[in-house]
């Protein structure tokens, strides 16, 4: 009887250690799961940004560039004119 009993405590006793490590591994993977999404959204995000920051210093660049562009074509046409 006393047997009988330890062994069912024992069958009881392991298989529960069993599913709580079982249910351990399953949210620890989700969890890694859940992290390499993250960090994929973040990467999408975070060059979107970067992409819209490239294209506005561009055209601010290129506007720039335009401004000083007429005022040389400015200057050398004034120049030109008075020879």
């Known amino acids: 009887m006393k047997t009988t009993l330890l062994a069912c405590a024992l069958l009881l006793g392991s298989s529960t250690l069993v599913t709580a490590g079982y249910l351990q591994d399953k949210s620890a993977g989700q969890d ?16 979107t940004a970067a992409g819209h920051g490239v294209k506005k210093g561009a055209n601010k660049a290129a506007s720039e560039t335009e401004k000083g562009a007429g005022k040389v074509n400015n200057k050398t046409q004034t120049t030109s004119t008075n020879d």
Do not use: L
């Open 32 to 47: 890694v799961k859940d992290a390499g999404q993250n960090t994929t959204d973040a990467a999408k995000k975070g060059a």
